[in-house]
């Protein structure tokens, strides 16, 4: 594990693993650990993973001030990040939340990045509104699942306003594409903090109608990749997301079976598919 000094002095750590060019990775979450990562389905053979903990996450230190927690603020995190490596720009992979983080840091600097590869990209920094309707959509395709009766009542719960974590724990495994002993264990060591997230999407954090202007003059190459069962985003919504980019290269692509933790679901695709990608 190795740590750098980001720009209000927070100690932030991150773990490097495989060999060949750096990949940043940008944990989702919002702020996770990124050991929930894993080796992101083999990537590690073909490029040295750079696994960024967040700020008061993993073994990178809470900062003094908490409203550091902040999105808009973190994009700070990162740029110190690639200073702190020496790199002139950053290959950057992010998930699910970590995306938004992703285009907004590519946004503020976008001479410092060479290529982003969003996977399950959340979208709440182009001002995509959230719905519980995808996830009862998702639901109900897979009602003969063992676990469906115990996370169609916690659904319903949460329809009701119940945002509690025994409630979310039940409706988890429609996040997967299939519940396997591998999913059961990946979801179990995914924390929360509630309080950290309320801080890192506060009021104010996006302004959407300036981040869809700026991404529509990125040029860069992007791969946006989607889960066919997940709920969140589908893979509608992840496509929505890539007609924002016109002048960018975007490959659209969605893995078949899987859900919001594609190298979960199958490593060996996504594995394939992500360094397939990167190499090109």
């Not at 699942?145 to 979310?168: I, L, V, Y």
């Not at 589908?234 to 899987?258: I, M, N, S, W």
Request: aromatic fraction near 8%; glycine fraction near 8%; proline fraction near 8%.
């Amino acid at each position: 594990m190795a740590t750098f000094s980001s720009y209000d002095g927070t100690e932030l750590s991150y773990r490097e693993a495989g060999i060949g060019d750096p990949l940043v990775c940008l944990p989702g979450g919002p702020l996770l650990a990124s050991s929930y990562f894993g080796d992101l389905g083999g990537l590690a053979a073909t490029r040295r993973l750079i696994l960024l903990d967040h700020r008061g996450t993993g073994d990178s230190a809470a900062p003094e001030d908490p409203e550091t927690y902040r999105i808009d603020r973190m994009v700070a995190d990162v740029e110190a990040l690639r200073v702190h490596l020496g790199l002139e720009r950053l290959d950057i992979l992010a998930h699910s939340a970590g995306a938004n983080l992703a285009m907004l840091y590519t946004i503020a600097h976008p001479d410092r990045v060479s290529r982003l590869t969003l996977i399950t990209p959340g979208t709440r920094a182009v001002g995509f509104p959230l719905s519980m309707e995808p996830i009862r959509a998702q639901l109900l395709t897979r009602s003969e699942e063992p676990w469906f009766p115990a996370a169609w009542e916690a659904f319903q719960r949460a329809e009701e306003g119940d945002e509690s974590e025994e409630t979310w724990t039940a409706i988890m495994p429609v996040y997967y594409g299939a519940w396997t002993p591998a999913a059961q264990a990946h979801a179990a060591a995914l924390p929360a903090d509630e309080e950290k997230q309320e801080i890192h999407f506060a009021e104010g954090v996006f302004t959407p109608e300036a981040t869809i202007a700026a991404l529509a003059t990125v040029e860069l190459p992007i791969l946006i990749l989607a889960g066919s069962r997940d709920p969140g985003p589908t893979p509608e919504r992840a496509k929505e997301l890539a007609d924002l980019l016109p002048k960018a290269h975007v490959r659209f692509e969605v893995q078949p079976g899987a859900g919001h933790f594609p190298w979960v679901d199958d490593p060996a695709a996504f594995g394939a598919l992500v360094a397939e990608w990167l190499a090109g």
